[in-house]
């Protein structure tokens, strides 16, 4: 099970940072990702990072501006957002696979669990 936290509304250039809490199974077997989905539009890959936390992957939108991170004695799963955009306002979902190797995965299919999403908004 996972749950996403930290959503809110901000303005153009702040920082938001969500948080993705999971239970129910080993977490350091997971690769863990995080997808948004504006309004109207398709879900998309934001970043993703190994299980290990060692290697992390971005998607071009949001290269140089998220960061993803993760604490596996907390079970949690971060991505903090800075210089935010109104094209960032979207519900943020976390999304684990169980998958211990270097490969990101960037496809929906690809994932096996999700959280609720929390949603970020951005305004101008």
């Known amino acids: 099970q996972l749950q996403a936290s930290g959503g809110g509304l901000v303005q153009a250039g702040g920082s938001l940072r969500l948080s993705c809490a999971a239970s129910?199974?080993?977490?350091?077997?997971?690769?863990m990702g995080w997808f948004r989905q504006a309004p109207g539009k398709e879900r998309e890959f934001v970043t993703a990072?190994?299980?290990?936390?060692?290697?992390?992957y971005y998607a071009d939108s949001v290269k140089g501006r998220f960061t993803i991170s993760r604490d596996n004695a907390k079970n949690t799963v971060y991505l903090q957002m800075n210089s935010l955009k109104p094209e960032d306002t979207a519900v943020y979902y976390c999304?684990?696979?169980?998958?211990?190797?270097?490969?990101?995965?960037?496809?929906?299919?690809?994932?096996?669990?999700w959280g609720q999403g929390t949603e970020v908004t951005v305004s101008s």
């Open positions: 990072v190994t299980w290990s936390g060692s290697s992390t």
């Open positions: 129910g199974r080993t977490f350091s077997s997971l690769a």
């Open positions: 999304a684990a696979r169980a998958y211990t190797g270097s490969y990101f995965a960037t496809l929906i299919s690809q994932y096996n669990y």
